[in-house]
């Protein structure tokens, strides 16, 4: 039984010195490069380590944890031998993010074996917490200040929203049940005010030929009176003979009326009963446009 734990001794002492002899032969070194720091500030972590030849030594990345550090950036250095003592050395640059007043914090290096590897934990470095609002006294001291201080106002994008929204709902339903009312009046707004400018141009139109009933002013009052005669009527008066047009408005009268005014056109002379022609053309347009604005109101 003595030679069997004997064994078991000296296999476990076996085992165990190589890992305590590699173990001295690394010297690792870790300190913050600031004592304290603000909540959130970038802090530099400098780690080092010394060690002989042979040995892996790693140093941890980003998928480290680092709590309750943030780890913003590593610089990482070339490594650099003198008398077969190796250093490498980087630069972590964390964050601090807890409340305690003091925090401890070390990073370490990892020393990988064949089949296995080995953590060197360097001394743990101290960073206090940088506070950097001052303690509120127990008693506040106000300041008298009566001057107007203007408030800038944000601009309510919800409140227009629901207004467009609202007036959207009320414009459709205005329509729904109005619109054929509303367009009704609105077409003989516009045929109106038509009306108004037709009868301007004709009262010059017509002035203008009788005090020189020529053939330039004989031509521009009946294109005038075509012209409004085919938006009344929705026919194509302009392309009609005087025939055509007679028959599509059974007056046969018309006749009579556009051939006064034509013969200074065609053959250069004057009609005695040129006013009471122009008076009969324009009756014509003022009927068709009286029929137009009631046909318009009575439409459903």
Same mark, same amino acid.
């Given at each position: ?172 339903? @205005?329509?729904? =049940?109005?619109? %054929?009312?509303?367009?009704? &009046?609105?077409?003989?707004?516009? !045929?109106?005010?038509? /009306? ?48 055509? @047009?007679?028959? =599509?408005?059974? %007056?046969?009268?018309?006749? &009579?009326?556009?051939?006064?005014? !034509?013969?200074?056109? /065609? ?34």
């Amino acid at each position: 039984m003595a030679n069997i734990l004997k064994h078991i001794v000296f296999t476990l002492i076996a085992f165990i010195l190589p890992f305590v002899l590699w173990a001295q032969e690394v010297q690792v070194e870790g300190q913050f490069m600031k004592d304290s720091a603000k909540l959130g500030e970038r802090i530099p972590y400098v780690l080092k380590a010394k060690y002989g030849p042979g040995h892996n030594i790693v140093f941890p990345d980003s998928t480290f944890d680092y709590s309750p550090f943030v780890l913003l950036e590593k610089k990482t250095f070339i490594s650099s031998t003198q008398g077969g003592i190796t250093l490498d050395s980087a630069v972590y640059y964390v964050s601090n993010f807890s409340l305690d007043p003091v925090v401890e914090f070390s990073i370490p290096v990892f020393e990988v074996f064949k089949y296995d590897s080995l953590t060197h934990q360097p001394l743990t470095s101290s960073l206090a917490l940088q506070l950097v609002i001052d303690q509120i006294p127990e008693e506040l001291a106000f300041r008298d200040n009566n001057i107007y201080q203007p408030i800038p106002t944000e601009f309510n994008y919800p409140l227009w929203i629901a207004m467009f929204v609202v007036a959207l709902v009320l414009a459709f339903a @205005i329509f729904f =049940f109005f619109g %054929n009312q509303l367009q009704k &009046k609105w077409d003989i707004w516009m !045929e109106k005010r038509r /009306y108004r400018r037709f009868e301007k141009r004709w009262r010059e139109a017509e002035g203008a030929f009788q005090k020189q009933p020529d053939m330039d002013h004989a031509d521009e009052l009946l294109g005038l009176w075509k012209t409004y005669m085919e938006h009344l009527k929705a026919k194509p008066f302009r392309e009609w003979t005087t025939t055509e @047009i007679a028959e =599509f408005l059974e %007056n046969k009268a018309i006749v &009579k009326d556009f051939r006064d005014i !034509e013969m200074i056109i /065609y053959a250069g002379k004057t009609s005695e009963d040129l006013p009471q022609a122009c008076q009969n053309l324009w009756k014509i347009c003022s009927d068709s446009y009286q029929q137009k604005i009631t046909l318009t109101d009575e439409r459903q």
